[in-house]
């Protein structure tokens, strides 16, 4: 099932940058003026072969998960493919693109997945301010906080599930390569350090440790969590009881919901590597609010 993107996020500031439209409301009132069936082509970099149904020389956009389902919410089969290779997104081959593809001859590219860079690029990060969560979702995220958070609340990212731990075994510890999302604590060319296992997967004595600090600096009430795994609650909240601090967490999974209220908390910790973590980090500092990470203690860094 597809969710309409206008469903976590309001379109209105996405305005004040670029043009957008919602996907249904293009294939209701435009594609079939632009984009004919039978003129539908798909944007790759190269050809995709790595399924076992793949045909060759092709883009294969709707082998896998999400690409299928994706494609097919909106009825739309391909019927070719584009090799746009070697350009990339930057903005350096910008005038290469128009070039190569005149929007005369292609007024729509369609690609088999997002056009932009994984993780976020520090020049892209600054986009952030313009992605607004839905007045549900924002409503939502209020109502949680305004009924069971006691303001000062400090928030938290907790990466500690088993299949992170597998993540954590990649870690490049000479401070050569980034993982994931470590440019956002770390820089780009690491000038605030270099990764640690710590601050991939913190033990519970640094998250209780690290937890108490903001507390005391802000006042805080109240504690919220986001988590995989639940191995550290009992410490956590023995740690917290101790300071007269409640503890608090969403009873069903909800990751928008947990990001929208991270990103209003007086304070947030999360995992450097996190690409979930990463998202309320940008949301945070697109408002100027305080971020800091587990088992980070910057160089030359002062943390919002």
């Known amino acids: 099932m597809q969710i309409p993107f206008d469903t976590y996020f309001k379109v209105a500031p996405l305005l004040e940058y670029h043009r957008v439209i919602l996907m249904q409301t293009f294939m209701d009132d435009i594609a079939g003026k632009v ?7 798909v944007f790759c970099h190269g050809p995709r072969d790595m399924f076992e149904s793949s045909e060759p020389n092709s883009c294969n956009a709707k082998e896998g998960n999400p690409f299928g389902p994706f494609w097919n919410a909106f009825g739309i089969d391909f019927d070719g493919s584009e090799f746009y290779g070697p350009l990339s997104y930057t903005e350096s081959d910008r005038s290469a693109w128009r070039s190569r593809y005149p929007a005369n001859d292609w007024p729509v590219l369609a690609f088999t997945g997002a056009p932009a860079n994984f993780p976020v690029s520090d020049e892209d990060a600054k986009l952030h301010k313009h992605l607004v969560w839905s007045d549900v979702i924002a409503s939502s995220a209020q109502a949680i906080i305004n009924n069971h958070l006691p303001k000062p609340f400090i928030g938290i990212h907790l990466r500690i599930g088993s299949d992170w731990s597998n993540v954590c075994k990649h870690l490049d510890l000479n401070g050569r390569t980034h993982l994931f999302a470590s440019r956002q604590c770390l820089g780009t060319k690491f000038e605030y350090g270099t990764l640690t296992e710590t ?7 640094t998250v209780t440790r690290q ?12 504690v919220f969590l986001a988590r995989d795994s639940q191995r550290y609650d009992s410490d956590i909240a023995a740690t917290l009881k101790k ?29 450097c590597i996190s690409t979930f973590s990463a998202f309320a980090t940008r949301e945070r500092r697109a408002k100027q609010l305080p971020v800091s990470f587990w088992g980070f203690n910057p160089s030359g860094k002062d943390e919002l």
């Open 35 to 41: 984009w004919p069936v039978g003129k539908r082509t």
């Open 199 to 205: 601050m991939c997967m913190p033990d519970v004595d």
């Open 211 to 222: 937890l108490t600090k903001p507390i005391h600096r802000t006042k805080a009430k109240s």
């Open 243 to 271: 300071l007269s601090v409640s503890y608090h967490w969403l009873t069903e999974d909800d990751p928008h919901l947990d990001l929208a209220i991270l990103g209003q908390s007086d304070h947030f910790i999360g995992n």
